[in-house]
């Protein structure tokens, strides 16, 4: 957008003006303006426009990177048109070019390609972990260009004005762009543009993408300074429109409200109020050891009913040849011809998929927490999901209990947390955006290794004068993190990634807790941990039975929620409205069991048939969020009590 292009070019020509004394910006003739990515020509073009209010006589130097021909030729026109002859436009790809020539000050600004790739992934997985695939995008990559370029081979002052996707801010990935950030500059602006538009919180964007963005202004006065840069933030809010107007009035740096950001060198380029809450300890800190879900990379092998799972195993072995590797869906890692090791403890490996008869035994069905509340049907079986973490299943055991999260993702409203018995997909928690985010509470299949920092439950029970066990900590965790209260009341410090939990309580207030946290895991794992001999039960009712139902609505005036030709009630709007992070839960239970397949396939088309245990499980739903919502009162009173 013309109005983002234009602010970028004023707050840099701003900095140039007061900070180094060209009072003509980028016509001074010391500054040299560089375009990594020259596009349509649109930052040389606004370059050229405030130089010309600036100072008539005065003409910008540029040398503008295009790697397509064809698009180099049309800058070229859009630029002569412009009365700008003699800007350098070449024709090569950007990462492999060096910048002949210098200047005093050289400028590099633009808005680089976000593209993801992989030719770089073992490289980044040795040094980044889990997180590493996140850095294989086109942006990161001229980063590290505009600052070789502009700062490590070259002495004296520069700035770098980039407009990216804003992952870098926060993601635990990029740890060692944000050093070298700090390391290479003296001052950071980062303007968070939002526009998020698959997370939790969803937001408008200027661009017509769903990947947020930032602009990010960073500059060196001089030589290298040993200092750490200084770093502001700022966050533009509001429609589409409204942000287009707050940049269309940027005419300065300070016409932005910037809050500095403190940290140590990896620490997120996020603004924060620095309050009581991040004296606390991260829920990661209590809780040390985080798993990724289950990754089937396919869906038929999971499903609603028993029965589904187990018709799609046997059409698969219907297939022959090709056609059966047309129906598994074929991945980098998992084809008919794959014999990974066994998933459970003992398991032998199976034979490939290829070498099955028609007719042949399934493997083991078994329960799987596919989403927040939402208990599926899964074939556990190595071959037929990329990466099934064998770990998890080898600790599920009877105590087990998982709790799921959006650890290095801004949470949304509802639950911070989730707890289930079962193992969980990786997209448990909303349905997407899954990570290492799944929290055992013990280490090994007997329950008798918690996953508790070796510290945490004496240090609680030294200064409480109780004894608290492994369970009792992650019942008052979960009390707080259940609480939608919590993700209210936190809003802005969850921008920043991870729950952080307080411990600095009062025994009344922790056994308060305790109490509250059983009864929520125990209502939130179906009645399956905790507390035993008790069932669940609830207003609600079946009211009409339906019979294959393929559609669903609510009626919020009669309270009824009517299933094809069936009818349940009383279903308050809080049920039906309840949601973990943009994820609806009821609407999205029922979804998975009336309509089509999200992602249509041989085996998907296989659809689940409405039974009466379906109706059962849909009855136990609506009162365990019947439970959940009866208890935020007193959930709310201990967050306030706890806080206070």
């Known amino acids: 957008p013309q109005q983002l292009v234009a602010a970028q070019v004023r707050l840099a020509a701003d900095v140039l003006a007061n900070c180094f004394g060209c009072s003509a910006g980028f016509g001074d003739h010391r500054v040299l303006l560089v375009d990594p990515a020259a596009g349509a020509g649109v930052y040389p073009l ?26 180099a030729t049309l800058v070229r026109a859009r630029l002569s048109r412009a009365g700008a002859h003699e800007v350098d436009v070449r024709v090569e790809d950007t990462l492999g070019a060096e910048l002949q020539g210098s200047a005093p000050i050289l400028v590099c600004m633009g808005n680089p390609p976000y593209r993801r790739g992989r030719a770089l992934e073992a490289t980044f997985a040795t040094h980044t972990g889990v997180h590493g695939k996140n850095l294989h995008n086109a942006y990161v990559y001229f980063w590290r260009w505009a600052l070789r370029t502009v700062f490590q081979q070259r002495e004296g002052a520069g700035l770098v004005s980039l407009v990216t996707p804003a992952s870098f801010l926060a993601g635990p990935g990029f740890g060692g762009l944000r050093a070298l950030l700090r390391q ?11 526009g998020d538009g698959r997370g939790a919180r969803p937001s408008d964007n200027v661009f017509e993408i ?59 380029f996020v603004g924060r109020r620095v309050t009581r809450y991040h004296s606390w300890p991260l829920l990661t800190e209590l809780f040390p050891l985080q798993l990724s879900g289950c990754q089937m990379k396919r869906t038929w092998p999971v499903a609603p009913t028993r029965a589904a799972v187990l018709q799609r195993w046997q059409t698969l072995l219907e297939f022959e040849g090709a056609d059966r590797e047309r129906a598994f869906q074929v991945t980098r890692d998992r084809s008919c011809a794959s014999t990974p090791p066994g998933l459970f403890d003992g398991a032998p490996r199976q034979p490939a998929l290829a070498t099955l008869e028609t007719g042949g035994a399934p493997p083991q069905v078994v329960r799987y927490a596919y989403r927040s509340f939402d208990r599926q049907w899964l074939l556990a079986d190595s071959r037929l999901g990329d990466f099934m973490r064998p770990r998890l299943w080898r600790m599920a055991g009877p105590r087990q209990i998982f709790l799921t999260s959006l650890l290095t993702g801004v949470l949304g409203d509802g639950p911070a947390a989730v707890a289930t018995a079962l193992v969980p997909d990786l997209d448990h928690f909303r349905g997407s955006f899954g990570g290492r985010a799944v929290i055992p509470l013990w280490l090994d299949f007997e329950g008798t290794q918690p996953n508790v920092d070796a510290r945490a439950c004496d240090v609680l029970s030294d200064r409480l004068g109780i004894a608290v066990s492994p ?7 979960y009390a707080l993190l259940s ?7 936190f809003h ?32 939130h794992t179906f009645g399956t941990r905790i507390l035993a001999g008790r069932a669940l039960h609830g207003r609600a009712a079946c009211i009409v039975a339906p019979s294959q139902p393929t559609c669903f609505r609510y009626d919020e005036g009669e309270q009824r929620l009517h299933l094809g030709n069936g009818m349940f009630g009383p279903v308050e709007p809080g049920l039906w409205s309840f949601g973990v992070s943009g994820l609806r839960v009821l609407p999205s239970w029922l979804g998975y069991r009336t309509l089509p397949a999200k992602h249509p396939s041989l085996l998907d088309d296989i659809r689940p048939v409405w039974t009466e245990a379906a109706t059962h499980e849909l009855l136990e739903l609506l ?7 009866a208890l935020q009162p007193e959930l709310e009173t201990l967050l306030d009590e706890v806080v206070a």
């Open 492 to 523: 802005e410090e969850l921008l920043e990634p991870g729950p952080r939990v307080p411990v600095d309580v009062s025994v009344t207030a922790f056994a308060r807790g305790v109490e509250l946290g059983r009864e929520l895991l125990w209502f």
């Open 210 to 268: 769903r990947s947020p963005v930032a602009v990010t202004m960073g500059v060196r006065f001089g030589c290298a300074s040993p200092d750490p840069a200084r770093v502001w933030f700022a966050r533009l809010d509001g429609t589409r429109a409204e942000k287009l107007d707050a940049l269309d009035r940027v005419r300065v740096v300070r016409d932005i409200a910037w809050r500095e950001v403190d940290g140590g060198p990896q620490a997120a």
């Open 483 to 489: 609480s939608s209260a919590y993700a209210r009341r």
């Open 184 to 194: 290479e500059l003296d001052e950071l602006w980062v303007l968070d543009l939002g």
């Open 471 to 477: 369970e009792d900590l992650l019942a008052y965790c």
């Open 623 to 629: 009162w365990v969020l019947e439970g959940t919502l």
């Open 46 to 71: 606004a370059a050229m426009a405030d130089t010309a209010e600036r100072c008539c006589a005065a003409a910008p130097r540029i040398v503008a990177f295009e790697a397509r021909p064809g698009a």
